[in-house]
């Protein structure tokens, strides 16, 4: 139990354009959903954390226009990148965690986006 | 506040002797304490976790780690490597509580050599 899924697990978009990740929880209700982004041989930075049917919360430092999350639902939650620019090339990844979870984080398997 | 320190960011063994990684924590609370492994190109599977029960906490594939207050460390520890176990290592603490966030370590990449 305790399945996440992340969607797409790889992409390239051109510069300028914006792409959608997806993170669904596929056995149970996710109350709170995070993103992360992890550069190359580095460890997890929390990008902001959402919990769902309301705004999430972004971490210092992090644009909230630029990677727009929404959590409609408690087994998915979306990032979009906007604009994106080859700096936002990045593994990202979503955790996902409720009340069966006794509230620990299942972490998705991760998505590598590149910007060219 | 808290934060991980992983005072190793290599750590070679040959196959079939004992691993030992690294964790030192700071927090100004009695916290919780884990360790992931990461694939490459994967995401992150817990391995264990400390949440202020038993301090010898045991894992999966044969992994454990002791929580030593007075030390302010949570190693990481296995009696014999396989190949398998070559991946990056992330030790994170949060508080206690079901809903804080985890705050990660900078990861240690364990190379197993046959």
């Known amino acids: 139990g305790a399945v996440v899924s992340q969607h797409p697990s790889r992409v390239i978009c051109k510069s300028g354009t914006s792409v959608k990740i997806e993170c669904r929880s596929l056995?149970?209700?996710?109350?709170?959903m995070f993103w992360y982004r992890q550069f190359p041989k580095q460890s997890l930075m929390l990008m902001a954390t959402?919990?769902?049917?309301?705004?999430?919360?972004?971490e210092q430092g992090v644009e909230k226009d630029k990677f727009l999350i929404n959590h409609a639902s408690l087994t998915l939650s979306t990032l979009t990148v906007t604009s994106a620019h080859p700096e936002d090339s990045s593994f990202y990844i979503c955790?996902?965690?409720?009340?069966?979870?006794?509230?620990?984080?299942?972490f998705g398997p991760g998505t590598r986006l590149t910007v060219t | 506040a808290q934060s991980v320190t992983q005072l190793d960011s290599h750590v070679s063994v040959s196959e079939g002797t004992p691993v030992l990684l690294r964790c030192n924590y700071s927090?100004?609370?009695?916290?919780?304490l884990f360790w992931y492994v990461q694939h490459p190109n994967k995401g992150l599977q817990l391995l264990l976790k400390?949440?202020?029960?038993?301090?010898l906490v045991k894992g999966i594939n044969g992994f454990e780690a002791e929580f030593k207050k007075s030390e302010t460390s949570f190693h990481l520890t296995k009696p014999s490597a396989h190949m398998s176990d070559a991946a990056e290592y992330f030790c994170?603490?949060?508080?206690?509580?079901?809903?804080?966030?985890?705050?990660f370590g900078k990861g240690t990449m364990l190379l197993v050599s046959p």
């Open positions: 927090s100004s609370y009695s916290p919780s």
């Open positions: 056995d149970f209700q996710a109350t709170t």
């Open positions: 994170a603490v949060s508080r206690p509580e079901g809903y804080s966030t985890l705050t």
């Open positions: 959402s919990n769902e049917g309301s705004k999430a919360t972004y």
């Open positions: 955790s996902a965690r409720g009340a069966v979870t006794s509230y620990e984080q299942y």
């Open positions: 400390y949440t202020s029960a038993a301090t």
